[in-house]
């Protein structure tokens, strides 16, 4: 991929309300796609993957991403945010023929306000 | 399975001296990639490394330098420390390192430079 776009740096939501993150990639090839989430003072971890097959992904907390391959999009949705989903999440791709090198986006801050 | 585990989780240095930081991947990874994580720039990759071999290596000068061990631990050193590489990095394991693998961050070590 030569580059993944998140283009939101903050996101600010109340609590209980719907939240979506975008990313957006360029790449020739076809493309692997990643979210990690950081919470704060915490290394990265997985939410959810798309490789192939349906276009709607389901990952952990509730999360869930929908691959858009003519948008070129790998947007992030929750229904109802929690006060412990503030953290920053980090769109990530790699392309198949890949040398092993994720392209990571600049990261979208998530602000729960009570 | 323990997690990946970086040593120190702090360290303070001053500028010109150089420093060691270690990562022990999930038990049974043998790729180790190393990211440095700064407010400006994001996740820049460093390096990865699978079965003693660096495989990949991204856009930074050569005082950046790293190894890996036969039972897969890793280390990375910086030489001649300047300000700006004060940073969080960041260590990552996977079984293969292949473009569909799952990367498993540990916690990080935060590098002050003086």
């Known amino acids: 991929a030569q580059s993944v776009t998140q283009l939101d740096s903050q996101v600010p939501v109340f609590e209980e309300a719907p939240v979506e993150l975008r990313c957006n990639y360029s790449?020739?090839?076809?493309?692997?796609l990643f979210w990690y989430v950081q919470y704060p003072n915490q290394g990265l971890q997985l939410l959810l993957k798309?490789?192939?097959?349906s276009t709607l992904v389901k990952g952990i907390n509730g999360f869930e991403a929908e691959f858009n391959k003519s948008q070129t999009s790998f947007h992030l949705r929750k229904p109802s945010v929690h006060i412990s989903d503030t953290a920053e999440y980090f769109c990530?791709?790699?392309?198949?023929?890949?040398?092993?090198?994720?392209?990571w986006g600049a990261g979208t801050k998530l602000i729960i306000k009570p | 399975k323990a997690g990946v585990t970086q040593t120190p989780r702090y360290l303070i240095k001053t500028r010109g001296q150089q420093v060691t930081l270690s990562c022990s991947p999930i038990?049974?990874?043998?790729?180790v990639s190393w990211y440095q994580q700064t407010p400006g720039q994001g996740l820049q990759f460093l390096f990865e490394?699978?079965?003693?071999?660096?495989?990949n290596k991204g856009n930074f000068p050569g005082r950046f330098s790293g190894r890996q061990f036969s039972n897969s631990r890793s280390e990375m050193n910086v030489s001649t420390l300047e300000l700006g590489d004060s940073a969080l990095y960041l260590c990552?394991?996977?079984?293969?390192?292949?473009?569909?693998?799952?990367?498993?961050f540990g916690p990080g070590t935060r590098l002050t430079v003086l």
């Open positions: 038990s049974g990874h043998r790729s």
């Open positions: 990530a791709v790699s392309e198949m023929d890949s040398n092993y090198q994720l392209i």
């Open positions: 790449s020739s090839v076809s493309v692997y």
């Open positions: 490394y699978f079965s003693e071999t660096q495989r």
């Open positions: 798309y490789l192939s097959g």
């Open positions: 990552a394991s996977s079984p293969l390192g292949g473009a569909t693998d799952t990367q498993y």
